[in-house]
Every structure is written in C-alpha cells, then in structure tokens.
T-cell receptor, first 110, second 114 residues
Framework: GQQLNQSPQSMFIQEGEDVSMNCTSS?????WLWYKQDPGEGPVLLIA?????ELTSNGRLTAQFGITRKDSFLNISASIPSDVGIYFC??????????FGEGTQLTVNP | NAGVTQTPKFRILKIGQSMTLQCTQD?????MYWYRQDPGMGLKLIYY???????DKGEVPNGYNVSRSTTEDFPLRLELAAPSQTSVYFC?????????????FGNGTRLTVT
C-alpha cells in the first residue's frame, strides 16, 4: 500500500510557540489534505492543497504542497490551548479513497 | 442538519459476539466510509460505498461486513468479535468522494472486545 509518513508523532509546546509538522509520500499525488481531530470527536478538514508549490492559509494555519508533489507541511503560528488535538495529513490515493498519515499529537501547555 | 450520526458511542463485546455499528447522514451524500482508529496508527479504511447498493473493500475489511440499502444509512457489521477489533470506529460521508470534497466524520464508536 501507499507509504505516507507523518512527523513528528507528538509535540509538547508552550502557548504562543509556533508549530511545524510534515508528511512525505513514496509516490507523486495531486491532492494533499490536512485534518484536525479534537479529543473525543471525528476529524475535520483544515486545509486542502491541489497544486505543487501551492501555499494556503486558514487563520493561523499555513500549509504547503511540496514542489516534488511527494510532501506537504503544516505550520501553526502563535499556538493557543484549543490547538490541542491530532493533526492528520491525507492523500487521495485512488478514486474516491483517502489514505491518512498516522497523525501528530499536539499538546499545548498554557 | 445533524451531519453524520453514529450509534452507539461506546460498546463492550465478548469474544465471538456480533453487533452492528449504525451510521446515518442527512446531507444527501453519495459517498460513505468506515474507518478504524487504533492508538498511534492513524485511520485505516475498512469499507466504503459510492452510492446506494454499491460497496467496496478498503485496506482492512476482514472480519467486517457492510450494506448500503439507502443513501442515508451505512451500517457496519461485526459477526464474530475478536480482541483485535478493539478500536474507535468512524463513519464519514462526502458529496463526491476523493480529495475534492471534504469528508464529514461522525464522533465515533469506541468498541472494546474482551
């Protein structure tokens, strides 16, 4: 199956710090998606990327689709306690199917 | 709109028992999915459906069955529960599938098999 590597697995930061996480794939894809899962809930889409080199922001979140089309990163600036959760990258691997990375667990200390 | 609704929220099963996890959506989405989430392992696709009457296997279908008799409902059946099926199960739906249409997830069913 498709190899999708997400790092880091977990992060512990202080409120106000910036955060960066990334994903790499073993093949080239046309779509990168970033989801966030709040504790006890299902994931919610944060940002979708459709073009190599594309840089997209959503409030304090910024994501980029790598030029090689094999990687993507997500940055969170000036973190706040409600940023706590698990962040997943995701790829459209075939037809209507999405493959998810293993997630980055973010903890923000006030 | 309620979105995607999953029931029950929690369940404990004994080995060998069976159960059905219910999932219903009120957004008239054609595409529906079942994922399982194990700690530190992300989301693995079990089964999916591109419309009523059509289902297909995902990455980890063994031990599960699904049906899609209506657009709204996509139940997941466990026939002979095993400890390896202890997990959190998420149902999701989307309008057109793939990466062009966001997945809407339910809040999950936490299943323990002992």
């Amino acid at each position: 199956g498709q190899q999708l590597n997400q790092s880091p697995q977990s992060m512990f930061i202080q409120e106000g710090e910036d955060v960066s996480m990334n994903c790499t794939s073993s093949s080239i894809f046309n779509t990168w998606l970033w989801y966030k899962q709040d504790p006890g809930e299902g994931p919610v889409l944060l940002i979708a990327l459709y073009k190599a080199g594309e840089l997209t922001s959503n409030g304090r979140l910024t994501a980029q689709f790598g030029i090689t089309r094999k990687d993507s990163f997500l940055n969170i600036s000036a973190s706040i306690p409600s940023d706590v959760g698990i962040y997943f990258c995701s790829l459209e691997t075939s037809g209507s199917r999405l493959t998810f990375g293993e997630g980055t667990q973010l903890t923000v200390n006030p | 709109n309620a979105g995607v609704t999953q029931t029950p929220k929690f369940r404990i099963l004994k080995i060998g028992q069976s159960m059905t996890l219910q999932c219903t959506q009120d957004m008239n989405h054609n595409y529906m999915y079942w994922y399982r989430q194990d700690p530190g392992m992300g989301l693995k696709l079990i089964y999916y459906s591109v419309g009523a009457g059509i289902t297909d296997k995902g990455e980890v279908p063994n031990g599960y069955n699904v049906s899609r008799s209506t657009t709204e409902d996509f139940p997941l059946r466990l026939e002979l529960a095993a400890p390896s099926q202890t997990s959190v199960y998420f149902c999701a739906s989307s309008y057109s599938g793939g990466g062009n249409s966001p997945l809407h997830f339910g809040n999950g069913t936490r299943l323990t098999v002992t």
